[in-house]
């Protein structure tokens, strides 16, 4: 069994932000970086996948040379070898150009499992591992909670609003995760001691031509807004109102 992960180097979506002067990308000054966290789900899951049926597992990130710092964060977990696709200019790297270099990067080496964030953190596209499988021509199960390898073929279930789906599919084929999955480990000391070891693969990916140019981000209001809207069985009906107003009744 041969499983690739691929994470993103994100801000720490614990902390604040702020956008740079042109509102085009957001000001990483003073702010730490980190895995995105659908991802570090994606991390734990191949772990636990090779743990149970043997085999080899990569994670692959597309980014500037300080990604290493989360690759190595993953092999200090658990996940055997590492590549990165070198990018100093990733912000500008668009859904449909880090597909490609993806797809480009792993097509030769015949993975039997690829696993995605459902979404990264900072841009909550929802599109590399979609697109991934598109240019592989491989079957594709997005937005799983649960994954079990049986036989040859994936088990995955993605939750809904009526219950669960239940889907067969064929190796090789790509999931994109999301949290919940599973509680994704720390590393251990021995686990940081032996990443530093690991030769990190590096290359320099081609970039495609992409449609797509980011005109300017818009940062959310912050706080929450507060409406009273009475006391007691006064405001019942006024509360009602505002549930139909919002759509939820």
């Known amino acids: 069994m041969k499983v690739l992960v691929c994470i993103k180097r994100v801000p720490d979506t614990g902390g604040g932000f702020r956008l740079t002067a042109d509102g085009k990308r957001v000001d990483t000054t003073n702010l730490g970086f980190t895995i995105s966290p659908h991802e570090e789900c994606a991390v734990e899951e191949a772990i636990r996948i090779i743990e149970k049926h043997g085999g080899s597992s990569t994670v692959l990130t597309l980014g500037p040379a300080a990604a290493q710092e989360q690759l190595r964060e993953a092999l200090a977990k658990g996940i055997n070898n590492a590549i990165l696709l070198e990018a100093d200019d990733y912000e500008s790297w668009d859904p449909k150009a880090v597909a490609h270099a993806i797809a480009e990067t792993v097509k030769p080496m015949g993975f039997d499992l690829l696993l995605f964030g459902n979404e990264s953190a900072d841009a909550c596209n929802y599109q590399v591992g979609l697109r991934v499988a598109y240019l592989l021509d491989l079957p594709c199960v997005s937005g799983i909670k649960a994954l079990e390898i049986q036989n040859g073929k994936a088990i995955a279930k993605r939750e809904s609003s009526e219950g669960w789906e ?22 251990s000391l021995r686990g940081i ?6 030769p990190i693969e590096q290359r320099k990916p081609a970039r495609g031509d992409s ?3 980011r005109r300017r981000l818009k940062k959310p209001q912050e706080g929450r807004q507060l409406e009273i809207l009475g006391q007691g069985v006064e405001a019942v009906g006024k509360v009602v109102a505002k549930l139909r107003e919002l759509g939820a009744i």
Do not use: D, Q
Not at 166 to 187: C, D, Q, W
């Open 211 to 213: 449609p797509i140019a």
């Open 166 to 187: 239940v889907y067969e599919v064929s190796l090789p084929a790509v999931f994109t995760v999301k949290e919940g999955i599973n509680v994704p480990r720390h590393p």
């Open 193 to 198: 001691m032996a990443a530093k070891k690991i």
